[in-house]
């Protein structure tokens, strides 16, 4: 982590953009910890956090946008020879197939929220011929969501972030799912609400 914080430290907004895409590719980077520490430091006040969420953003974009296109022109063989080296086990990579098989879409989306499924969601995309449009409307969508939710927490963590980071990787499908129910929650009632005023 202290090697992502000097990135961060010495090139700023753009740090935070260049170890997503390292991060989203393959490269051993704990992503998520790092978003919770992007917003540790927007508690700080070293940052603004629209800027960190935007650079975060164009980050998962452009990472999960080269899976795709590695996949589109390289296909599966460069997934099995190179998959190893970025700590995706064949195992992994079948298991990943099988679920894609089933259903793509919503793995694009929440892929972001399952460590190692990010890693290899976009490269199947790829491989399996979707659309850059299908690819693109689920897969940002949950880029955005996964930058928020962990930018926003570590915000609200401030001082106590490094306490639970750890956890937040390890289940942070969970706290997707959780914080998923608490806005259609928010949502179904403030329509309840709206319908008996009016």
Same mark, same amino acid.
């Given at each position: 982590?202290?090697? =992502? ?64 296109? /590695? ?14 080296? /970025? ?18 879409? =919503?793995? /694009? ?70 914080? =998923? ?18």
């Amino acid at each position: 982590m202290h090697h =992502l914080a000097g990135l961060i430290g010495h090139y700023g907004y753009l740090g935070i953009t260049l170890a997503l895409i390292g991060g989203i590719i393959g490269l051993p980077i704990p992503d998520e910890i790092l978003l919770t520490y992007v917003g540790y430091i927007v508690y700080t006040g070293k940052m603004s956090f629209l800027p960190s969420l935007i650079f975060s953003m164009i980050g998962a974009f452009g990472g999960i946008t080269l899976s795709y296109l /590695l996949g589109v022109k390289l296909g599966a063989p460069f997934l099995h020879k190179f998959g190893p080296k /970025l700590h995706l086990t064949e195992e992994r990579i079948h298991r990943t197939k099988r679920l894609f098989e089933k259903m793509g879409p =919503l793995l /694009l989306f929440i892929g972001y929220f399952i460590p190692g499924l990010r890693h290899i969601s976009a490269y199947l995309a790829g491989i399996n011929s979707y659309s850059y449009k299908k690819f693109a409307l689920f897969s940002y969508s949950g880029a955005i969501s996964w930058c928020f939710i962990f930018i926003t927490t570590g915000r609200v963590l401030g001082e106590n972030w490094t306490h639970v980071a750890g956890y937040l990787s390890k289940y942070s499908i969970y706290l997707f799912f959780i914080l =998923l129910a608490a806005c259609i929650g928010v949502y179904t009632y403030w329509r309840k609400k709206r319908v008996i005023t009016n």
